[in-house]
């Protein structure tokens, strides 16, 4: 049993030492102590079905045995910075990860974080374009650092102070965007952006397949080939921000790009590629990668054996225990079922997504789309007490999202459902 500090002390703490700028989920926040699987304990050893799974950070399950394993083998071995000497474990890891992706898409950067990946796909673009002009999408998250902050399309995640580069063009939204599902016509704007925006030359395109922070909005069919035609036309790089999309969790697909048919310049990723713990990669071409010889380009920690040997694991497990599978099955049942909750209830106004990356948008009005805010709140709050965790996202703070871990089963589906049923009928 827990025997360290209760949620009311440990609060107190975080109130007095930590940033005034973090918030937490619930009226009584969570204090978590234990996690197995697609499972979290609390303080007073109550189990939720964790179907947020830290943002869409774990795959493999919480404290999967064979990565906390590799993880734990490998820091008692040696944990160091890995730029200045040999060491098997960054190299392999980049090995498999390489395989995972297409084409040329072959030298591995890693980084800390899903931002540092960001920033630096952009400066390799900018390097590669020989101009600075980045075009994203409105409504994007890309990070929380200079460059990444500037890419990111949404006012609630951005000081003014910074200085951005980039031009965001039109969010290929099929909910509320004023061409609906039609992608090559949101397209054309980015076309538009570079002929009065720009010198015609840009350093390239970022974009997320499904954007998570967002609201898990999946972008209109037939816009990323569109987009990157015009991007390329124009000198400058495709960059997909795999950091949510990601290892498996489409189903369908291990990268949500490739729901798109495309094959970007730069692939950026994060989050699920540890499990749990900090490591984020970029992932390009040779002739992409050169730029960086020009300076000393240095991470003290990028790559280092902890984190490459848990990251080794994880693509392990995704195919010994076959989860971009489950991801498709569990997440297509999982879509039928809250679709079918959309007939019962008129608050959700959209559901959508793919694979274990869903999202439930709520509005009070369906013709009016008004972001149901309140709801999405107290739904949240109701779901809890009765163990199920989901998270919330979307511009407006309306949109459940449903990123469980990737061992999500058919039963938890079921119990996620039968309980925002059961919360929705009660409202
Ligand atoms: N890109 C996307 C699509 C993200 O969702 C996030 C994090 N929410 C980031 C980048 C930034 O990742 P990190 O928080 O690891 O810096």
């Avoid at 209760?6 to 975080?14: C, G």
């Avoid at 984190?307 to 489950?326: D, F, H, P, S, W």
């Amino acid at each position: 049993p827990y025997t360290g500090p209760s949620a009311e002390e440990i609060l107190k703490k975080r109130q007095q030492y930590l940033s005034p700028a973090i918030f937490h989920f619930y009226k009584n926040p969570l204090n978590l102590v234990d996690g197995k699987m697609q499972y979290l304990f609390d303080d007073k050893g109550r189990r939720y079905l964790d179907a947020f799974g830290g943002i869409a950070t774990v795959c493999c399950g919480h404290c999967h045995p064979e990565v906390v394993d590799a993880i734990v083998n490998q820091t008692k071995r040696l944990q160091h910075s890995t730029v200045l000497y040999l060491n098997h474990a960054i190299a392999d890891f980049a090995e498999a990860l390489a395989s995972k992706l297409p084409g040329d898409l072959k030298v591995v950067f890693f980084t800390n974080s899903g931002t540092e990946a960001n920033e630096l796909s952009m400066l390799m673009a900018r390097l590669y374009a020989g101009c600075h002009d980045i075009v994203s999408l409105r409504n994007s998250y890309h990070g929380n650092a200079a460059g990444t902050m500037g890419a990111t399309g949404q006012s609630n995640y951005k000081f003014n102070v910074v200085q951005t580069g980039v031009h965001h063009a039109m969010n290929p939204d099929q909910y509320r965007g004023i061409f609906g599902s039609d992608g090559p016509k949101y397209a054309k704007d980015v076309e538009d952006l570079i002929t009065y925006g720009t010198s015609g030359s840009v350093a390239g395109f970022i974009s997320e397949a499904i954007q998570g922070v967002g609201g898990i909005l999946e972008l209109a069919p037939g816009y990323l080939s569109a987009v990157y035609n015009t991007i390329r036309k124009a000198g400058g790089l495709c960059i997909a921000d795999e950091v949510q999309s990601g290892f498996a969790r489409t189903g369908s697909h291990f990268w949500g790009f490739e729901g798109h048919g495309v094959v970007p310049d730069i692939v950026t990723m994060a989050k699920g590629i540890g499990n749990g713990i900090p490591i984020g990669a970029v992932v390009t071409t040779p002739e992409i990668a050169n730029v960086l010889t020009r300076r000393n380009y240095f991470n003290t920690f990028g790559g280092n054996p902890m984190c490459t040997a848990g990251g080794l694991a994880v693509l392990r497990v995704i195919e010994k225990e076959k989860l971009q599978q489950n991801a498709f099955t569990v997440g297509t049942y999982l879509k039928e079922r809250l679709t079918s909750l959309k007939e019962k209830y008129e608050i959700i106004g959209d559901v959508r997504g793919r694979g274990l990356m869903l999202g439930i948008e709520l509005v009070q009005d369906r013709e009016l789309k008004t972001p149901a805010k309140v709801e999405t709140l107290y739904i949240m709050d109701q779901m809890k007490e009765m163990g199920v965790l989901i998270g919330k996202g979307g511009f407006y703070g309306n949109v459940f999202r449903i990123t469980p871990p990737l061992c999500f089963k058919k039963e938890d589906a079921d119990f996620l459902v039968d309980v925002m049923d059961y919360v929705m009928s009660k409202m």
